[in-house]
């Protein structure tokens, strides 16, 4: 069974950090891409950041980018969101995720709550 599970959310003012990890299981880690999702409150899902199999290629949704950063350790299976300079839109449910067509992903974690506010 294909298990992802994401930690590290909580509450946070405007401009500080969290970094988030996602640990999984059940598949072969090292051979997938991996994905962060969010969901903002009332808003639809929207694609964070995108990480190769081998680490070595990203990609970032446009209000991410300078400010997040996506990494992987294959040998521990986990995925990690650096998430510096926070805003109060960043506020959201955040999902790890794999095999993600736009945002249609086959397998998402439970998700992590990540809310900034003053």
């Known amino acids: 069974e294909v298990l992802l599970v994401e930690s590290g959310g909580g509450l946070v003012q405007p401009g500080g950090s969290l970094r988030l990890s996602c640990e999984a299981s059940?598949?072969?880690?090292?051979?997938?891409?991996m994905y962060w999702v969010r969901q903002a409150p009332g808003k639809g899902l929207e694609r964070v950041a995108d990480?190769?199999?081998?680490?070595?290629?990203?990609y970032y949704e446009d209000s991410a980018k300078g400010r997040f950063t996506i990494s992987r350790n294959n040998s521990k299976n986990t995925l990690y969101l650096q998430m510096n300079s926070l805003k109060l839109e960043d506020t959201g449910v955040y999902y790890c995720?794999?095999?993600?067509?736009?945002?249609?992903?086959?397998?998402r974690g439970q998700g992590t709550l990540v809310t900034v506010s003053s």
């Open positions: 995720a794999i095999q993600c067509m736009g945002t249609n992903c086959t397998v």
């Open positions: 059940g598949f072969t880690f090292s051979s997938f891409w």
């Open positions: 990480i190769s199999d081998g680490g070595t290629i990203t």
